[in-house]
């Protein structure tokens, strides 16, 4: 069994142009953005925790099907009101 990391540092472009998707788990990958895409707009469960974000990626405002989303990272500033406008565009969070 290998115990070594790997970040992939961005998401995929392959897994950009995805649909249909409805769970995303993409924890401890040394993001700090995310790409807008189809594969945003179907998830229901979206887990991002661990990663290098500092504010909410714009491109969230896109996956309006969202049920659940884990965002927990260290660096993550307390939500802005820019960020809590983001979130009241996710009518199922």
Known sequence: ????SF???SVPASLVQCRHLEEL???SQGLTDLPRGPYLTGLRELSLHANR???LPLALSTA???QELDINCDGL?????DDLDLLSCLPHL
Do not use: V
């Open 1 to 4: 069994m290998c115990s070594d």
């Open 7 to 9: 970040e992939l540092g």
């Open 25 to 27: 788990m993409l924890q």
């Open 53 to 55: 974000f500092t504010s």
């Open 64 to 66: 309006t099907a969202l």
């Open 77 to 81: 500033a307390p939500l802005s009101d």
